[in-house]
Each structure stands twice: as structure tokens, then as C-alpha cells.
């Protein structure tokens, strides 16, 4: 099928060295040449007839290359260099279907034939996954189309042409420093249609069911399909990281150190660490962000690991050393890597934290990406000063760098398959996904309020209940969610034991059963009809049902306004018990 693209175009434009820092607009049978092991696999697994492929399968991807054309999938993160937004692409779609065993089934078999069903489902699940950035180049670049000096003649529009319908020769990317992120979900769907072939568009609509799943993970839905992408999306983004040896466009993010600072940025662009208020994971003076060092650290190897990425230390001394080594951390004045300051916000909120100090353009190297300054102080324990940002802002020098540290392993993608038949990943069916909670260590993607040190006037389980309470009120406290550790129910607030108590005492090195016993003797909970401390509450999962323990409070006075309720989740033995008497 292919053949054909690994021959110069007879249009194909003259070979002319672009300006410095731009790209040349390049024919898409010649982008696609580039890639074509990806190309070729993404045929076999997808299954078309030879005489449909041409029409639905070839002419999107033609369509697909000129339309994004060299441009990077991001800045400093995955795939950060020329073409990587079309490499990226097609590996999430080769790793979506390879993920994707069996049908799905939700096309009914009295309707079509049992191989046209799943060759329409595995299209559906191949377009999903490549439109699933496409809309990388209206939410979060701007493109420049410039002359053979690199002078601006004008910026592109995507929403009405690609690149190769532009006329001119050569262009640039920027970063756009706001990321319009409620606008990523409906460009996408509607740059997809403008891409996909109108055979393709109306083959997907012959089958109400499975258009609509097709629609709804375009829009940003939860279904098998986006399960599905979000799979290929995790393997291709850690073999990126793990792996690459291509210069980025933006910065090339592949040591230790330098993948914890882009995983840190990239969590902090994603609003899943919160800066500069009440429960934040960090605060920003001047050149320097302060950062609660195991929240932090932990945070950034939890979305490594994640995305199947190898070699990052599991001891955070050693993460502290690799930071240290490419001068992305500043040391207190004996040479320790984590300072005692003391945070007060301009609000009357006050707390004594254990923090990194790292070099803000470490982070982000952008002056444009870089969060504001808090309405508040800094103190470090070691001086009188004050680290206003006005101070630091003076005080503070351009990061130091160094030559890279140890790199990481790779991380194992999928085995290349040349059948759809060989994938060894079982298809998750067609229903929207609602996650189950699990007693676990607390997911990291939404982290809990920022740890404190224990301070001399005022006990434990006091502090606790405040880092609770500014957590809920913040947002920043994961709540029924799969691994949280708080949970609405109908009838209170359930903490979860031990756990809550072990994640707290970990972060303020404190013993957590002496925790658990001193919040046990406040009384802030409601016991048992038994007279036990401890309630054991049922969590309902689509195949299974499994159960948490914990303590329940039910005056919101104490922690403030309490989540909704949990559907999953009902006090064992009480389902059928809307409330309970206090």
C-alpha cells in the first residue's frame, strides 16, 4: 500500500535549508516515508480491504502529515523535536490496536458481517488515536510562517488550512505560554472531521453506536476507545522519554534530573500541583520555587512510573543528588538539599514547611511559562530575612548547569506485532469507566496538601485536621476518587485507616499510630452501633465488590463542607439506610 511514499513526489518542493530555528513545508508522502515501519504496521493492524484502505486509511494519513507537518508533540516534555507530533501519533495508534484483542462488540452481529464489525471499530479506534493531540497546534503553539531570511510574513490559522496550503516554504513554533485547555477537547473533533475522509465520516455514522463512543473520546468522554488511546498514549510518551537520542526543538528532557523537572512542570501545567496558596505543593519568590520536597518528588516519579518509564531512583536522596548535579537545586548554607522555611501568605495563612529551592528557569525555561509570585514571604530558618519577591528577585542568579547525570533505562513498549491477531492486551468493553476505590497509597495525579512541620503550640492531630481541611476547601485532597484516601458518603465523611494517618505522619516524620490515637481521643468521629472506632463501608465495582475501613465524621463544622456522596461506596449492611443519628 505504502510503496508509493517512499518515492519523491513529482510536486515535492525544492530542497531549500530553512532559516535557523524553523522547518520547511514538506510533502506528506515524504513526511510519512520517514515513519514508514509505523505506517506499514498501522495498515496491517487496522485490516481494510486493499480498495478500502486507499480511501479511508490512506488519505487520512496523507491528509494527517500535511496538516501538522514537523511540528514537536511538546515543548521540553515527550517527543519534543521536529516531526515528533506525527511520530507520536502514529505510535499511538500502531500501540492502541495493539492493546485492542477482541471486537468490542457493541456492534450488533445480525448487522454486519463479524470481520467488517471489528474492521470498523479498529478504524474508529486508529482515527481516535491520532486526532487525539491534533488540536496541539490551536491550544498550545502558535506557527509563524516566514520567508527564506526567517522574517515573519504571517501566522498560520489552522481552523482553515494546513501548512502545505499556506504557499510559503518555511515556518516556526512557539509555545503558547496560556494553554487554552477547555478549547483541546472541541478543536479536536472539529479539526477531525476536517481531516478524515468522507467515506470514513460516514462509514463510522452508519453505526449509531459506536460513532457516538468515536465522538464522545474525540470530545474528551470516557469509554473503551479512550481507555484504549490513553494506553498507546502512555507507551509511546515512555519510549520517548526513556529512549530518544533526537535533538527536542525546545530543550531535550532524557536525564534523571531533567525528566523529574519536566515531569514536575508538566503536573504543575496540568493543575495537578498547586502553587501559592493554602495546601499548595510550592510557593514561587523571585527566581526560586519552593517546592515541599517528598509531595514533589514523589509526585514526579509516580507520573514517571506511570508512564512506564525505568531507572528513576526510588530513594529521594538520590533524586535530591541528581538535581543537585545539574545545578537545579540551590543547598542550605551546610550543604543540605532540603531548607526549613517558614511560608506566610499575605491571607493570614502561616506554616512551617521542608522545601527544595529550585532554580525557577530550571523548570521552566520560558520566562513566559513561569507562575507568578506568591502575595506573601518565604523565610528560611537559616536567616532573619524575609524572601519577598522582591528580594529574591534581586538576590537570585541565573541557574548554574552541568553536564548530564546517569539516563534512564527504556521502558519495554509492546512487542511489534505484524497481525492484530498477536496483540496479547484483552479489549476493555464499551461502558463508561467508573472508577472503584481501593484501600492503596493515594494516587498522585491530585496531590494532598503540602506537609508541615510539627509546631510546639499546636498538637498533631490538630495540625492534621488543618492540613484536612485546607485540602478539601483547596481542592487539592483527592475525594472519591480510586485510591483516595476521603470519601463522601450519605451519612459523613469517611477517612480512610490507616492510611490517611500513615501518608500525613510520613510527610511530618511523626509515628502515625500515636497520630491515629491522639485524633481518636478528639472524638471528632461517630463509632459504630458496636462502640468501634473503625466502620467498614462497601465499594461496589462493575464485576466485584471489595471494602474500605475507616472513621467516619459527620459534623461538617469540624472539617468543613464534605464532598457528595460516593454512589459506589455504602456502610456495610446500612445500603438501605439513607442517614445516620448522631
Request: include cysteine.
Amino acid at each position: 500500500m505504502l510503496q508509493r511514499w517512499r518515492k519523491p513526489h513529482r510536486n515535492q518542493r525544492q530542497t531549500v535549508s530553512p532559516p535557523p530555528g524553523c522547518l520547511a513545508v514538506t510533502d506528506a508522502g515524504t513526511l510519512l516515508a520517514r515513519h514508514h515501519d509505523l505506517v506499514d504496521e498501522l495498515n496491517v493492524q487496522v485490516g481494510l480491504p486493499h480498495h478500502h484502505s486507499d480511501r479511508l486509511l490512506h488519505t487520512l494519513l496523507l491528509r494527517y502529515a500535511s496538516f501538522v507537518q514537523e511540528l514537536p508533540a511538546s515543548q521540553s516534555h515527550h517527543h519534543a523535536d521536529a516531526g515528533g507530533l506525527l511520530r507520536h501519533s502514529l505510535e499511538v495508534a500502531v500501540y492502541a490496536l495493539r492493546a485492542a484483542r477482541a471486537p468490542m462488540a457493541i456492534i450488533p452481529a445480525i448487522v454486519e458481517e463479524t470481520e467488517i464489525k471489528a474492521a470498523k471499530e479498529r478504524y474508529a479506534i486508529a482515527t481516535a488515536a491520532l486526532f487525539h493531540d491534533i488540536a496541539k497546534p490551536i491550544t498550545d503553539q502558535r506557527v509563524e510562517l516566514v520567508d527564506h531570511k526567517g522574517m515573519v510574513i504571517n501566522d498560520w490559522n489552522p481552523w482553515i488550512s494546513n501548512l502545505a496550503e499556506t504557499g510559503t516554504t518555511f515556518y516556526r513554533v512557539r509555545f503558547d505560554a496560556q494553554r487554552r485547555y477547555k478549547l483541546h477537547a472541541s478543536a479536536s473533533l472539529l479539526v477531525a472531521t476536517r481531516i478524515i475522509p468522507d467515506q470514513g465520516l460516514a462509514w463510522l455514522s452508519e453505526t449509531p453506536e459506536l460513532f457516538e463512543h468515536w465522538i464522545s473520546a474525540l470530545s474528551g468522554g470516557e469509554n473503551a476507545i479512550t481507555q484504549l488511546v490513553k494506553q498507546g498514549d502512555s507507551y509511546s510518551t515512555a519510549r520517548d522519554l526513556t529512549g530518544g537520542k533526537r535533538p527536542a526543538v525546545a530543550g531535550d528532557v532524557k536525564t534523571v534530573a531533567d525528566q523529574v523537572l519536566g515531569a514536575i512542570a508538566h503536573l504543575h501545567r496540568d493543575n495537578k500541583l498547586p502553587l501559592n496558596q493554602r495546601g499548595a505543593a510550592g510557593w514561587i519568590t523571585g527566581n526560586t520555587a519552593w517546592l515541599v520536597s517528598k509531595k514533589v518528588l514523589d509526585a514526579a516519579r509516580d507520573y514517571l512510573s506511570n508512564l512506564g518509564v525505568r531507572g528513576i531512583p526510588t530513594d529521594n536522596n538520590r533524586l535530591m543528588d541528581e538535581l543537585q548535579a545539574i545545578g537545579a537545586i540551590t543547598t542550605t548554607e551546610d550543604g543540605r538539599a532540603i531548607h526549613t522555611v517558614q511560608i506566610a501568605l499575605q491571607d493570614g495563612w502561616e506554616q512551617e514547611m521542608r522545601v527544595l529551592a529550585f532554580h525557577l528557569d530550571r523548570l521552566w525555561p520560558n520566562p513566559e511559562e513561569r507562575p507568578a509570585s506568591i502575595a506573601g514571604t518565604v523565610t528560611p530558618h537559616t536567616q532573619t530575612e524575609e524572601v519577598t519577591p522582591a528580594v529574591a528577585a534581586a538576590r537570585d542568579g541565573d541557574a548554574q548547569t552541568a553536564s548530564p547525570s546517569l539516563a534512564a533505562d527504556p521502558a519495554p513498549g509492546p512487542a511489534p506485532v505484524k497481525d492484530k491477531r498477536d496483540a496479547e492486551i484483552p479489549m476493555p468493553r464499551l461502558a463508561d469507566p467508573s472508577p472503584t476505590p481501593t484501600v492503596a497509597t493515594p494516587q498522585n495525579d491530585v496531590l494532598e496538601d503540602a506537609t508541615s512541620e510539627p509546631s510546639a503550640n499546636k498538637e498533631i492531630e490538630d495540625q492534621f485536621m488543618t492540613w484536612l481541611r485546607d485540602g478539601l476547601a483547596s481542592g487539592s485532597m483527592a475525594c472519591n476518587r480510586k485510591d483516595a484516601l476521603v470519601h463522601g458518603l450519605s451519612e459523613g465523611l469517611l477517612l480512610v485507616s490507616p492510611q490517611i494517618f500513615k501518608e500525613y505522619a510520613a510527610a511530618n516524620a511523626i509515628e502515625w499510630k500515636h497520630l491515629q490515637r491522639r485524633f481518636q481521643r478528639k472524638g471528632w468521629h461517630k463509632k459504630t452501633p458496636d462502640e468501634m472506632n473503625v466502620w467498614t463501608v462497601e465499594v461496589q465495582g462493575e464485576r466485584t465488590t471489595s471494602t474500605l475501613r475507616g472513621f467516619l465524621i459527620v459534623d461538617e463544622q469540624v472539617t468543613g463542607p464534605h464532598p457528595p456522596p460516593n454512589p459506589r461506596l455504602h456502610i456495610e449492611g446500612e445500603r438501605s439506610q439513607s442517614s445516620l443519628t448522631t
